[in-house]
């Protein structure tokens, strides 16, 4: 092979050729040689056998991983206690309330006669008892409580809603239906309690309840669809259960013979017609059914404005009815009001002896007994109806939180819905059981019960009796029936941790009816369910089968164009990673999380598109890194830039990173490099199939810092991407709502499943714009330390209390996420873009981007939340310096932030409804705290002085003073540095302070007792740490560095607070700087310039002048000197440079004879020049002749020799355009990939964009000067509003303090008693001494206590939302423990199918290699296999790096036959052959299904089934061939075995925006001159 062919050519040919890419190192000794064949797409790697040692990737896991590892398996036992305690919470307190409920209705029937017992009257005889009204007017009340406690706590509800939050005025429509169904629903309900179940036994009235749904039964059956699957049987089965309901309308009245009990079916419709709302649907093929639906949809929005006044109403109703029952009893309906203090009270109960039936074993006729005439009084036990009360109210609470719980962590099918079913049968059983027993011995429960009171008993049966005269059968009947009327509890859809307005119809419950009232109002899904044959229409409707953009969503599918697509609710996240100078060490963390997101994205797509499996969870990804500062100037010349060496470094932690995630060796295609209107672009293809796009920002061309690239990615993903896409408005809109921004820092790390919880939330919530994660510090030293003890405190007392009161203020851009239509709203996105013009504007706007960009979504309306349980990791300064300097700009801007947010507070409450004034007021609170802390910190430390050394208060106050003013007159005069080792110093100093004041604290501690305000505020503050952080057992060891916190407050609390300040005018971002690359004139002018200052300096000093050093160089006609020491000079006249510029002259020509010989070198032996360049575009210059002609021997021209360049090319530079032939883009350390163009429309948006809003600004030295000018101004007025509102709050505290005789506050608690004893009289002297709590304190526990409350408390409430959240998202894969016949094979794959394909999708060990790691233990290192591992690894020929290729060869080779299926299958989760059977079932399905629509590919562009066409080297033209009758074999495996590489290599149809597959040969492969001529 000749010297040209090892140059790389992208000229078109005419003919189809192969075209070899080769470089010098292709040609080895015995000729082997490395190519990849464009066409071919396949390396054929040939290991030399002395070669053939491996070294793996090692096994370190990250932070994240860590951490996920020991949660998951707590979390799992934590799921399985949540479904046990659950489960028996739901049907305990539910039988509780159902059985206490009808022990109430049992008492106030009136004339009621129960069996008394004798054991304190007498055995030998027999008693009777009837209640007194007092007594039945208890059970009343008590009866209206439990109805009344949740309609009051509906309206509670209902009011903070409508105070916090809004809801809309109802329309006179609306609230008159409202209105009428809840009244009838009221006096049903009345009906039921107080006229029908006193009438009936407690076993009848158990079952009465099952027959309460019977219009909802019929709202069910006329709303069926014809679009129901199975309409005609489910039909059926409702005709059946509305038979069912109705059969309850006339069994007991015609059985019982009472004339009241005719009122059931009055009262059973009534009741059931509080349900109505969640049996319409619009769906309905009936008119009035479908208006119902309509109506229903829009009492969502005014259900609180209407239960405000419905609920008080229902009550009064209910009272209303229970007056008019007591009136039609013959009662006068006032001694509902006049007995019920005596009912309350003590009173007495009278006991009637009745004259004793000898023989037989059935209870005697109460109501016909005989009376002796003899009657006893007893005392009754007066508070009994409260107790009962009290026991039902907290029961049918309990169950209906409980079930609540059930349902927001997705375990509602066991822990619901089946304790729900079972609270009947099991009251029935219980009420037979205590009732036959209470018959058989009426002192059974003595001592338990009142005598006086029992449940309504039913007479003595038999069994056969109960089936056939008690009518039992039927009681199955309606519960069958009720049953199936609820079937839609047990299937739930909503998501995980849905609001209760999703959950549940009607705000609260119905405490009476507890059982039938959360079977009834759990929502039903109306939406249709999302089936397996569903996603091939989604993924026709995605355009393609390879995993894509929504850039390619268009509306050319024929559909019309306000349809909404399947599609564009899939939700979409981009990660927007914003990066500036991070280390090798921060970019492998956070590549390594963009890598395990990319391989689970795989995983659901494939899952999906395989096994054909619905998954809630899946989405779309690409990841965008926006690299500041990227290029530098070149080495060679001036006038070029080359990218710098973070981008390198970036480039080269890639295949590091992917090998360390995915545990083999991988080499990721080279990176596409697109030249760019802002500098540059390099796209990666992942593993995964999912891209990584790197923006490579060039200064000169674009703005840089971290706001104006979040301004990029936002205009470019949301702006270009989405609004100038081809489709309707309601796409769109629709698309925007599920785009989600990811923001990521360079150094992250973080899990998916963190990603999956913010997901969560945002799902949740359409109102949510934005939601941050738990962010965790990592480093090492003690500042690290501190600010792990920060973080924790932050996250778990600040970050939740926000979250639970209010909104979170700031969601910090390391990682958080962000809807795309909030970001698109008015004054959100625009208002980002405004340039700072003020002072202000770059304290607000450039130090505290993230802050701001959340201020703007809050002044928008839109919600802010925080997850604890998504955790993300990132470096923090782990220096003194850089920790200072990041806090610099962090605490103005958080100042000015929260301060633009509270000066606006009225318009922001109007508009959003999660922030009210009992919020505001708390931020307050907070501003003040953070504003007058370095005072109360000094008051703070000269108390302590006082205690801990025994001095006065003045000497405290001095010696405090001191340190204070010198370190604010070092921040005022001198540099940074200087301030920082001041602050360092003090600093240390304050920290052994704070150490002796922690003894002297102690000690006052311990004189005082632990009653003393100090010790109570001391143990709250450490109590509520110490429980946060067992609340947080992940997090707990953040307590352990709380010490250093406490030693530095002080430091962090004052003098950063002033440093912060003073440096007001600094905008500089302060950390992670380093040295700009200069120019070479740069450079030249600094060293003259250093000259001159060295030569003044000189000329300066005393030995210079004596040395008679001068700037003129002047010598003299006569001079005369003394041993050097001073010259003296007469006549004297410039001296003569003739002589230097001779040198010169020799000096210029030597250089450039020395610059022609380095090039004639260079040309003769290119491979000894280290510096030599290899291109990767190809050269431009001559490519044939003799190259000796390039050497530029007759350019000396003065223009070459003036730049001194340090070129070493040898062909002449040529003209570059930046958008076409930039110089970056030949970097070999870029790697050879493609390179390629912007779109046209692409290149339009980025110019546009750059005019209006990222043209770079322009050095202007008069506005410079005037923004500093404004910038000192803006620091003097802060450090004086600021050091004035300190001094007179100390000022006054400190006054007060001196005056503590005459201004404190007697201590009631810790009271000291001293007792002393006089002898000479004889007299005891008891004296009390009290402590007293002085000014600073009071100041100390009143606000940082009150604070403290309202952070602990709203912590709890936190903690219970995020432990629900952890579990709701929690999988337990029971199918690995059940038997095959509780479970169908669909089942089995689609409760497990992402983990099977994260298993199947494995690159390590994909050829059987299992054996890297085997023998590493102690035991077994001779038992390792060395030397066949290192022989099979050398025999392969090709790796595979994109997962699903990985996952389609076990996929496609498994058999369930034939032993074990795949190595991994077995290995991972040992499946069971039914299992693989299912798989096998689900491949062969879907390959039918392939088969069937004759599809060419499976989702990898592959061009699979092309026998023979990938291995042609030849000019034959390709074609496509039909895949409609070949073998799986053919479809899967290559002519020569082993698989593509499209990771990284070369591919057709991969980057290809418009992803079709192309066969012909690449028509792109062209010269710079081929294509722009």
Known sequence: MSDTGRRTHYEKHDHEEPI?????????????????????????????????????????????????????????????????????????????????????????????????????????????????????????????????????????????????????????????????????????????????????????????????????????????????????????VDMAAIVAQVTGFIVWPLLENKPVLWLI???????????????????????????????????????????????????????????????????????????????????????????????????????????????????????????????????????????????KILIQGFSYAFPINLVIPLVVNFLIAACGLRNGDNCIFHGTVPDYLFFESPALFSLSDFISRQMAWVWLLWLLSQTWITIHIWTPKAERLASTEKLFILPMYNGLLIDQSMALNRKRDDQRDVKTEDLAEIEKEKGDEYYETISVHTDNTGSSPKTVKSSDSITRIYACATMWHETKDEMMEFLKSILRLDEDQCARRVAQKYLRVVDPDYYEFETHIFLDDAFEISDHSDDDSQVNRFVKLLVDTLDEAASNVHQTIIRIRPPKKYPAPYGGRLTWVLPGKTKMICHLKDKAKIRHRKRWSQVMYMYYLLGHRLMELPISVDRKEVMAENTYLLTLDGDIDFQPHAVRLLIDLMKKNKNLGAACGRIHPVGSGPMVWYQMFEYAIGHWLQKATEHMIGCVLCSPGC???????????????????????????????????????????????????????????????????????????????????????????????KINDNISTPYIAYQMMLMGGTILGPGTIFLMLVGAFVAAFRIDNWTSFEYNLYPILIFMFVCFTMKSEYQLLVAQILSTAYAMIMMAVIVGTALQLGEDGIGSPSAIFLISLSSSFFIAACLHPQEFWCIVPGIIYLLSIPSMYLLLILYSVINLNVVSWGTREVQVKKTKKEIEQEKKEAEEAKKKAKQSSLIGFLQGVNSNEEEGSIEFSFAGLFKCLLCTHPKSNEEKVQLLHIASTLEKMEKKLDSLEKTVDPHGQSRSRKLSVGLRGSTSGDPLVSVAEGQEDDNESDSETDTLSTTPREKRDDLINPYWIEDPDLKKGEVDFLSQSELSFWKDLLDKYLYPIDANKEEEARIAGDLIELRNKSVFAFVMFNALFILIVFLLQLNKDQLHVIWPLGVKTNITYIEETGEVL???????????????????????????????????????????STEMNWFCTKKSEDLSQDALLDKNAIAIVKDLQKLNGLDDDYDNDSGSGPHNVGRRKTIHNLEKARQKKRNIGTLDVAFKKRFFSMNANDGPGTPVLNRKITLRRETLKALETRRNSVMAERRKSQMQTLGANNEYGVTGMLNNNHGVPRHRTSTANISVKDVFAEPNGGQVNRGYETSLGDEDDSNSIRLQPRQNQVTFQGRYQ
């Open 815 to 909: 990682f958080s996420l962000f809807r795309g239509k909030a970001l698109m709203d008015d004054n959100v996105m625009k208002k980002y873009t405004l340039r700072s013009d003020e002072a202000r504007h770059y304290v607000q706007y450039d130090q505290g981007e993230d802050r701001w960009l959340c201020t703007l979504l809050l002044q928008r309306g839109y919600r802010v939340e925080y997850s604890a349980a998504s955790d993300a990791y990132t470096h923090c300064p782990e220096g003194f310096n850089e920790f200072y300097n990041q806090r610099r700009r962090w605490v103005p801007s958080t100042i000015a932030n929260i301060m633009d947010l509270l000066v606006d507070y009225k318009h922001t409450i």
């Open 20 to 236: 070899y890419v080769a470089n010098n190192n292709s040609i080895y000794s015995n000729g082997t040689i490395h190519y990849c064949s464009i066409y071919s797409q396949r390396t054929v790697q040939e290991t030399k056998g002395w070669d053939v040692f491996r070294e793996f990737p090692p096994k370190q896991d990250s932070v994240s991983m860590e951490q996920q590892k020991c949660l998951e398996m707590t979390v799992r036992m934590l799921k399985i206690l949540a479904y046990a305690v659950t489960f028996l919470v739901v049907l305990g307190s539910g039988v509780i309330a159902k059985g206490t409920m009808l022990f109430m209705t049992s008492q106030i029937k009136k004339d009621r006669r129960l069996a008394f017992c004798n054991q304190n009257l007498g055995r030998d005889k027999q008693f009777i008892v009837s209640l007194p009204d007092e007594e039945r007017v208890a059970w009343m009340w008590a009866i209206l409580a439990a109805f009344a406690i949740p309609e009051i706590g509906t309206l509670i509800r209902s009011v903070r809603i409508c105070f916090f939050k809004s809801s809309k005025r109802p329309t006179m429509v609306q609230l008159a239906v409202i209105f009428i169904a809840e009244s009838l629903h009221t006096i049903g309900m009345a009906m039921l309690f107080f006229k029908i179940l006193p009438e009936l036994d407690v076993v009848k009235g158990a079952m009465i309840t099952n027959c309460l749904c019977v219009v909802p039964a019929i709202l069910g059956l006329l709303s069926r669809s014809s679009k129901d699957t199975k309409r005609f049987m489910k039909v059926i």
């Open 1326 to 1368: 008891i004296s009390k001494e009290y402590l007293q709590l002085e000014p600073i304190g009071l100041v100390f526990v009143f606000f940082f206590a009150l604070i403290l409350v309202i952070q602990f408390t709203a912590m709890m409430f936190h903690r219970f939302g995020t432990i629900s959240h952890i579990l709701a």
């Open 265 to 407: 079916p009055i009262a059973s419709l009534c009741i059931s017609l509080g349900w109505w709302e969640n049996y319409v649907s619009r769906q309905s093929p009936i008119g009035i059914i479908k208006s119902l639906g309509r109506l229903k949809d829009e009492l969502n929005f005014t259900r609180y404005y209407t239960y405000r006044f419905i609920s008080i109403w229902k009550c009064l109703l209910f009272m209303m009815c229970i007056l008019f029952s007591i009136w039609m009893d013959g009662d006068e309906p006032s001694m509902f009001f006049q007995l019920f203090n005596p009912g309350f009270g003590p009173h007495n109960i009278v006991v009637e002896e009745i004259q004793i039936q000898l023989g037989g074993t059935m209870i005697p006729d109460l109501v016909n007994a005989t009376l002796t005439g003899d009657s006893v009084e007893v005392a009754a036990v007066h508070k009994s109806a409260f107790y009962v009360m009290l026991i039902q109210i907290f029961a049918a609470y309990f169950c209906y939180i409980f079930g609540k719980f059930a349902c």
